[in-house]
């Protein structure tokens, strides 16, 4: 059976809501790594912070590898 894309007015109230949260809680977490990176210095971060502004783009797990990984 073929599973079609759900429109946004397909989605209930609450469906919607989840949505925006989720998409919210995902920039604060870029905003907040790129954050760091700016007020980090170099010395205390795994690799160029340029690539790792860059990976926090990747969404949902880039700001968590960073946190994991990214600093010393």
């Known amino acids: ?6 429109k946004w007015s397909d ?3 609450t469906q ?7 998409a ?3 920039g604060l ?3 907040s790594v790129w954050r760091d ?5 170099a010395s205390a ?6 690539v790792w502004a860059l990976v926090a783009l990747v969404q949902p797990v880039g700001p968590v ?5 990214g600093r010393r």
Do not use: D, H, I, N
């Not at 919607?16 to 989720?22: D, E, G, I, K, T």
């Not at 990176?37 to 210095?41: G, H, S, V, Y």
């Not at 971060?45 to 340029?50: A, D, E, H, L």
């Open 1 to 6: 059976m073929a599973r079609t894309k759900k």
């Open 11 to 13: 989605l209930s109230p």
């Open 16 to 22: 919607q809501r989840l949505v925006v949260a989720a």
């Open 24 to 26: 919210v809680v995902e």
């Open 29 to 31: 977490a870029t905003l």
């Open 37 to 41: 990176l700016r007020r980090r210095p």
């Open 45 to 50: 971060v795994r690799g160029p912070k340029p």
């Open 65 to 69: 590898v960073y946190r994991r990984l």
